[in-house]
Nanobody
Framework: QVQLVESGGGLVQAGGSLRLSCVPS????????MAWYRQAPGKQRELVAS???????NYADSVKGRFTISRDNAKNTVYLQMNSLKPEDTAVYYC????????????WGQGTQVNVSS
């Protein structure tokens, strides 16, 4: 089991920045990959960015060049730095962790709301 605690959401004007944090309940070294997803009202949950244990990252086209996913092993935390925010970035952002142990296990945080005003 992995519990994920997210923080950092809030209200920001278009063009502004926010940084989301996700802290897992177990060592980040024991997690194969972590990611941020988001879900806007009436839309499906979508992948925003991911980072694997080797540090490789992947981004949705809509956030490339604006968002950065990173991990601080010393703080056991994964971050999502969001710059140049747009109203269409408004959503609930969820942290996700994947652990491979015989089979794949996925875990979700409770979500943090990000609102971007125009």
């Amino acid at each position: 089991q992995v519990q994920l605690v997210e923080s950092g959401g809030g209200l920001v004007q278009a063009g502004g920045s926010l940084r989301l944090s996700c802290v897992p309940s177990r060592s980040i070294f024991s997690i194969n990959a972590m990611a941020w997803y988001r879900q806007a009202p009436g839309k499906q949950r979508e992948l925003v960015a991911s980072i694997n244990s080797g540090g490789s990252t992947n981004y949705a086209d809509s956030v490339k060049g604006r968002f950065t996913i990173s991990r601080d092993n010393a703080k056991n935390t994964v971050y999502l730095q969001m710059n140049s925010l747009k109203p269409e970035d408004t959503a609930v952002y969820y942290c996700n962790a994947v652990v491979v142990a015989g089979r794949m296990y996925g875990y979700w945080g409770q979500g943090t709301q990000v609102n971007v005003s125009s």
